[in-house]
């Protein structure tokens, strides 16, 4: 992967890219912090032939301090009154564009909505806004207040939830601020912010703000194309602050530019780092038992801790605060233990802490404040240090988010979350792992990500610049680390997905039409401007495989594919043979051992290997760490391996200071070098070892050792060397190996018949034909994504769930929706079918209203707790009941050909928190509850939330049936587990 | 046998009575023993956890109607749905109402239900389109957009603190005129995915309200254009010539032919009402297709014969409908 070859585009014409920060490096002249601004016109749109009359002379708010570009840019638009997309950095002060449409709302006497994806950024901004106009309400699941207010502030799903319902703000509103719009591409919640957006009232204009996307054109187009409204395009990459990207190597001791603040990489300086790297010796690994991650966590006995040391410099040379982000809730904390000898703070700042503190615990009763996370907490903050995730209690979140904006914490351990939202920098940001869990897998963080992360570095106007760190231990390829460092920043993608509750509440409307809803997605959007540009490549395919033409094409296709299966059987039979089991015991130092060039036409395989093939001299061999970190769960045999081979290579670098490194054969020029080669990488071992000296540093032992290798390889000559024979020497038994060498020698008999083998030109031959037959196929793969494209997308999906629906009684072949699919519309905050089925099918009528809530504690809780405890038995009954339910929904989904997994939708609900819900409703103290359970506090005060959630939501669908027993339940419910630290008011507001 | 009051014939009081029994016999027969009356005891065969629905209350551990109506069971819940009662409003329902009062803020509308419907002034899209908070100023002038016995419809929001509030979604919604509104048992009136038909060939409009208000008026083009919307609030003088252009649509009337189709569909709606046959606008149109096609003139509509005629037609079109399944 590489993205410096980029084009650089002149941000005048078409799409927007993000600037190669070379460019801006050279050409001086240009101003920094440049902007992009462009408008999409939807089709057909005349301009209005008035200019506005009313301009105002004097702006709606003015801002002490001069407006970037694009700041100002944006506003323009805003006066103009048109929407605007804003795509630019965190740090970059996106918020003044917001803060603008509120204050010019509020001058037009219109109201205006500003919708963010956390509840917790809500109050921030609440907080925010009402200090600045007073006249400011919130609504999230949690609270409201004041929702008649002209400024209004709520998550995103309440927006949805609004319009559905036909609230009159719908009516009033003028302006909608949807900040942090590349949540979008959200797997699970990115579908809430297209439907908001395409739902919003016709004549409503917007303010989208969002990270850098680089397809934030393209997004601007389908607003303008939905909305039938212009929509301007303000983009930039500038960054107040300018950031320095530095490479902590760990078991090293230093710091390493990589990046310098022009964007400039410094190749010289990365490769150093990587040498720097320390790897853990094999003794460490077996210690950590594969915990990798552990690697920074615990240390080795006797020494600092990598983490340690980092800290411990970046507060020497003066680079704090920092804040130090890890990807779990569990890591951050025991990074944060490792910090214990340390203290940052002076007696002055801890009475403050203190104070602080105090006065926001306040709220609690006497026995919350005892809760362990509480009464721990204050020692860390009182040394400066924090920590910040998601399973820490509301509240010491935003204790924790003030005292870092007050400057009393100089070292915080935070997870992603908190690279989102308010405007909260550090000088620093250190990254202390450099893979993250994705829920199935561990990978690299993507340029996206760490562009989010790196960017709570720098403080604007105290800063001169940021320092982003990155802490790596273990092998990086060197392209990785520059795509995560410099690549781009992630496209903004539809997460498009089909919902019961969203069909059910189209479908409830006189004009709603799931279909409509459907076209007028991102997600249609994008797969329709796809399809002219497939179309095009077809053509031209289809016209390059026209003009190959080949003489007896028939008898050499025949040929070829002789030769192909001939290539896949020896390939089966590499396999068994060079299998890690078979072949270690032969890969001493010293085994001559042939393997494949780097070959140079990377798109074609090649027809005859033999042409690739150089020799080199095993070195040595080491286990590459599996991706899934379970080394210790794998056998040794299993595990792949790379080899250390001394071969020819040559080195290039490219222009801008890519090494990249080509094995090439024995006798062409370039330097002797060990390089690092997967196992599958080597073709045939041979019989023979040659000595190494010990020392391979020297070039000229290197250039000896090669030198010997030739000579023996000229020894043998023609006959070439010998190999290992796999069943003699190499001792292989298996059957299937034995199948294939006699389906080999089959084949070779057949090459003999062939006529055409025996023309001069044959390779020549068969390549074109291979080029021909490659056309072919790729034509055929892009064919079938058009033909997936241009349909509807969803429509299939679409037309089972509503199958679904009918089946379950939820709607009529008519499409009108019945009184079951109004409970179902009613809920959004858990599974709609499988909680409108427990309702109708009486669950709840006649168990207890603790249980009752357990029960409910299923639907909202997703986290995975290994080994917790199963709950007591009449939960459990009550939680098989639920199972028994989802099951059936699940099977019957799957009858109507809806795509799902019957065990894992199954799966999904959880009954790990049951018994501490049951004792919170109960009426147990918080703490009493913790300790029943393992889960963070924060997760289980969230579920409980969530609980509230939906249980409103089930008051109100009784209420629509005429229950009333059963909504009085509810409401005791609801009376039940609200109360106390679980719906402790946020402290912003 | 249902009490239907015309003055028939001897002749056609068989060929009805003929007709019903044949109707009778086509509807399923599942609900005839289901029918309560008030404090009849519900059978619910002592399972767990039934969920007691809208018409029914829990007596001494028995569930007992207390609406005279039919039982309706969906899962464990079991519901009476009363019969010849006032409107009961949905979410969701398009219904039509008159205005009764013109409030602080709101309208009060007349919709068929055993209270009021409030209709705010928020709730109702601004005259030129434009998305902004109302003022004192559009309150003094509630009454340009809508005045006492005005006819509007607009959707059922939901029961709020101070009553059921309506709401008008689009700007199909609103004042109604040029027209006849006809009041039927609502209960004749089934919900349907549309309530709002345009009938092409005659030039006019149907509305059937959920609450049995019925509206057959002059067609009207729904001004919903999002692009002339967005002229119009960038452009006031736009705004006023549509304004003049309106008052001048005031003017002039509905031609004759459009007024015969309207009587028409509004006597094809009677004749329905008086044979309590359901509303829908497949068989609205088969009456009027039938009086027109029997050259009847609209008063004779109303005619014993006629009556009967639908009635036959009906029996018909059902046993088709029900060898066709």
Wanted: aromatic share 6%.
């Amino acid at each position: 992967m590489e993205i410096e070859g980029m084009v650089v585009q002149q941000p005048t014409m078409g799409s927007l890219k993000r600037k190669s920060p070379e460019e801006s490096s050279t050409s001086a002249s240009q101003p920094l912090h440049d902007c992009v601004h462009h408008v999409s016109y939807p089709h057909g749109y005349t301009h209005p032939s008035s200019p506005p009359t009313q301009t105002h002379a004097e702006p709606a708010k003015k801002f002490p301090f001069t407006l970037d570009p694009f700041q100002s840019q944006a506003i323009t638009c805003l006066e103009n009154g048109e929407s605007v997309m804003v795509s630019a950095h965190t740090s970059a002060g996106k918020t003044v564009v917001a803060l603008y449409a509120i204050a010019m709302s509020l001058r037009d006497g219109q109201r205006v909505i500003y919708t963010s994806p956390i509840k917790a950024l809500s109050n921030q901004k609440y907080r925010e806004f009402k200090e600045e106009f007073s006249d400011v309400g919130l609504m999230t699941g949690d609270v409201t207040i004041d929702p008649n207010a002209s400024c209004l502030v709520m998550t995103t799903e309440i927006w949805r939830s609004m319009q559905y319902k036909g609230s009159e703000i719908t009516r009033e509103v003028a302006w909608i601020v949807f900040d942090e719009v590349h949540y979008m591409r959200d797997r699970e919640r990115g579908v809430v912010w297209e439907e908001s957006i395409v739902l919003s009232p016709k004549n409503s204009r917007f303010v989208f703000l969002s990270a850098t996307v680089p397809n934030a054109k393209e997004f601007a187009d389908w607003v303008a194309k939905v909305h039938q409204q212009p929509c301007h395009v303000v983009y930039t990459d500038y960054r107040p602050t300018p950031l320095q990207h530095y490479i902590f190597p760990s078991g090293g001791d230093g710091l390493y530019l990589v990046v310098d603040e022009k964007g400039k990489f410094r190749e010289d300086s990365f490769q150093k780092s990587l040498n720097a790297l320390v790897p853990a010796t094999e003794g460490d690994k077996r210690k950590e038992n594969g915990k990798r991650q552990k690697g920074l966590v615990l240390g080795r006995v006797g020494e600092e801790s990598d983490i340690f040391k980092m800290v411990k410099m970046i507060i020497q040379r003066q680079y704090d605060p920092v804040i130090l982000f890890s990807f779990s809730k569990r890591e951050c904390e025991l990074l944060a233990m490792q910090m214990a000898k340390m203290d940052l703070n002076g007696d002055n700042e801890k009475e403050n802490i203190e104070q602080i503190f105090s006065s926001a615990m306040d709220m609690l009763s006497d026995d919350d404040k005892k809760l362990p996370q509480v009464s721990n907490m204050l020692p860390l903050l009182k040394r400066g240090i924090g920590v910040h995730h998601s399973g820490l209690l509301p509240i010491l979140k935003e204790v924790i988010e003030i005292l870092f904006q007050e400057g009393l914490i100089k070292c915080l351990f935070a997870t992603e979350t908190f690279s989102i939202g308010l405007n909260m920098p550090a000088k620093t940001v250190v990254f202390t792992n450099v893979r993250k869990f994705d829920g199935d897998k561990f990978r690299w963080i993507s340029s996206g990500e760490y562009i989010q992360m790196s960017g709570r570095a720098g403080r604007r106007g105290i800063d001169e610049r940021g320092i982003c760190i990155l802490m790596v231990d273990e092998k990086m390829e060197p392209s990785t680390t520059k795509n995560m460092v410099k690549g781009a920043a992630d496209c903004l993608n539809s997460a498009f997905h089909l919902s019961y509750n969203m069909i059910l509440n189209q479908m409830r409307c006189e004009d709603g039409d799931p279909e409509k809803l459907l076209r007028n997605s991102f997600f249609q959007f994008q797969a329709d401007r796809a399809i002219p540009d497939l179309e095009k490549q077809i053509k031209v395919l289809e016209k390059e495989r026209e003009s190959i033409f080949i003489e007896e094409e028939n008898s050499l296709k025949d040929y070829f594919n002789l030769l192909e299966q001939h290539r896949n059987l020896n390939k089966e039979v590499r396999d068994i043979v060079l299998s890690p089991r078979h072949c270690l015991p032969f890969l001493q130092p010293g085994r001559l051992v042939s393997l494949e060039c780097t070959s140079s036409n990377e798109d074609l395989t090649p027809i005859f290997i033999e042409d690739q093939l150089t020799w080199g001299l095993v070195v040595n061999f080491e286990r590459v760490k599996s991706v899934s970190d379970d080394d210790a769960s794998v056998k040794p045999e299993d595990a792949s391996y790379n080899l250390d081979i001394l071969t020819r290579c040559v080195v290039k670098k490219d222009n801008i200071g890519k090494k990249s490194i080509k094995i090439v054969p024995l006798k062409e020029v370039g330097e002797p070098l060990v390089v690092s080669v997967p196992i599958s990488q080597v073709n045939t071992i041979s019989s023979l070892r040659l000595f190494i000296p010990k020392d391979l540093l020297p070039l000229e032992a290197r250039e000896n050792t090669l030198k010997k290798v030739l000579e023996t390889l000229s020894r043998f000559g023609e006959k070439g060397l010998p190999l290992l024979d796999p069943e003699e020497d190499m001792k292989i038994q298996s059957s299937s190996y034995k199948k294939a060498s006699r389906r080999i020698e089959a084949l070779e008999s057949l090459f003999e018949k062939h006529e055409i083998a025996k023309s001069p030109l044959i390779k020549q031959k068969l390549k074109v034909l291979q080029r021909k037959q490659e056309l072919t196929a790729k034509i055929k793969s892009i064919k079938k994504t058009l033909r997936s494209s241009s349909a509807l997308a969803f429509k299939d999906e679409l037309k089972a769930r509503k199958r679904v629906l009918r089946r379950l009684g939820y709607a009529t072949s008519d499409n009108v929706v019945e009184l079951k699919g109004k409970v179902a519309c009613e809920i959004s905050s858990a599974d709609e079918l499988t909680l409108t089925e427990l309702m109708f099918n009486g669950v709840f009528k006649d168990i207890k209203v603790e249980e009752m809530v357990s029960l409910l504690s299923c639907l909202v809780w997703q986290e995975k707790i290994h080994d917790a405890a199963k709950p007591r038995e009449e939960l459990d009954l009550l939680f098989m009941q639920l199972q028994d339910i989802a099951r059936r929904v699940a099977q019957l989904q799957l009858e109507c050909k809806v795509e799902i997994d019957v065990d894992s939708f199954v799966k999904s609900f959880r009954p790990d928190i049951m018994e501490a819900v049951y004792a919170w409703a109960k009426g147990s103290k918080f703490y009493e509850i913790m300790e029943i359970t393992q889960v963070f506090e924060g997760s289980l005060i969230r579920a409980i939330r969530r609980l509230e959630e939906v249980l409103q939501q089930l008051i109100a669908a009784a209420k629509s049936i005429g229950e009333t027993q059963l909504e009085a339940k509810f409401e005791e419910a609801v009376s039940m587990i609200k109360r106390d630290i679980v719906f402790a008011a946020s402290l912003y507001l | 046998m249902r009490r239907i009051q015309l003055p028939l014939s001897q002749t056609q009081k068989v060929r009805l009575q003929k007709t019903l029994e044949q109707l009778e016999s086509l509807s399923s027969k599942v609900n005839s023993d289901a029918s309560v009356i008030i404090a009849d005891s519900i059978p619910v065969n002592h399972e767990d956890g039934v969920l007691k629905g809208h018409g029914t209350a829990d007596l001494n551990g028995e569930v007992v109607a207390t609406v005279c109506g039919v039982v309706e069971r969906v899962n464990k819940l079991v519901y009476v749905r009363s019969l010849r009662s006032r409107y009961k409003p949905e979410v969701g329902d398009i219904v039509i109402g008159r205005v009764v009062e013109v409030a602080q803020k709101r309208w009060r509308l007349d919709i068929n239900f055993n209270q009021d419907a409030v209709l705010m002034l928020s709730s109702m899209n601004m005259p030129d389109g434009v998305q902004r908070r109302r003022t004192a100023l559009d309150e003094l002038n509630m009454r340009c957009i809508f005045e006492e016995n005005d006819v509007v419809c607009a959707e059922v929001r939901g029961f709020q603190h101070d009553g059921l509030h309506l709401q008008a979604r689009s700007r199909k919604y609103g004042k109604l005129n040029r027209g006849q509104l006809l009041s039927v048992p609502p209960y004749l009136v089934k919900r349907q995915k549309q309530h709002f038909h345009h009938l092409e060939e005659f030039g006019i409009d149907l509305i059937i309200g959920c609450n049995g208000f019925i509206w057959v008026g002059e067609h009207i083009e729904a001004k919903d254009d999002m692009v002339e919307d967005q002229v119009s609030q960038s452009d006031p003088q736009v705004l006023l010539h549509n304004s003049v252009s309106l008052e001048e649509q005031e003017r002039n009337y509905t031609i004759l032919e459009t007024r015969k189709y309207i009587c028409r569909a509004a006597n094809a709606v009677r004749v329905l009402s008086i044979l309590s046959f359901n509303m829908t606008l497949e068989i609205i149109k088969g009456i009027i297709d039938l009086s027109l096609s029997m050259n009847l003139d609209i008063h004779e509509m109303l005619g014993s014969e006629f009556c009967v005629l639908v009635a036959e037609k009906e029996a018909e079109r059902r046993s088709s409908n029900k060898k066709k399944r």
